[in-house]
């Protein structure tokens, strides 16, 4: 088993910054990597972000890149996703989740790839 608790987020204005944090804790030594997803009212949850432990490989949804950051501390017990220049579309509850088994950048993006899942954090970007 393994437990995601997300925190950090919280309401700032068009054009502000929030870092969101993950920790992970339970059976960490054997996940491959952690993704961070978003699902806004009425919407799907849709992709954010990944990290691939192995080589350090990141991937970005297009809404996203040049904005956001994926990043971890060392041990991997807590991932991060800086949020820069923050708009009104981005506006969601934010989930972090990490997969049990390999993880690759074709697949980083789908929900199914994903063993365990936070509660979600809300942030909510004003114009």
């Known amino acids: 088993q393994v437990q995601l608790v997300e925190s950090g987020g919280g309401l700032v204005q068009a054009g502000g910054s929030l870092r969101l944090s993950c920790a992970a804790s339970?059976?960490?030594?054997?996940?491959?990597?952690m993704g961070w997803f978003r699902q806004a009212p009425g919407k799907e949850r849709e992709f954010v972000a990944a990290?691939?432990?192995?080589?350090?490989?990141?991937s970005y949804a297009d809404s996203v890149k040049g904005r956001f950051t994926i990043s971890s501390d060392n041990a991997k017990y807590i991932v991060y996703l800086q949020m820069n220049s923050l708009k009104p579309e981005d506006t969601a509850v934010y989930y972090c989740?990490?997969?049990?088994?390999?993880?690759?950048?074709?697949?980083?993006?789908?929900?199914?790839?994903?063993?365990?899942w936070g509660q979600g954090t809300q942030v909510t970007v004003s114009s």
């Open positions: 990290l691939i432990w192995r080589g350090g490989s990141t």
């Open positions: 339970g059976r960490t030594f054997n996940n491959y990597g």
């Open positions: 989740a990490t997969a049990l088994n390999p993880l690759y950048l074709s697949i980083v993006a789908a929900k199914g790839a994903y063993d365990y």
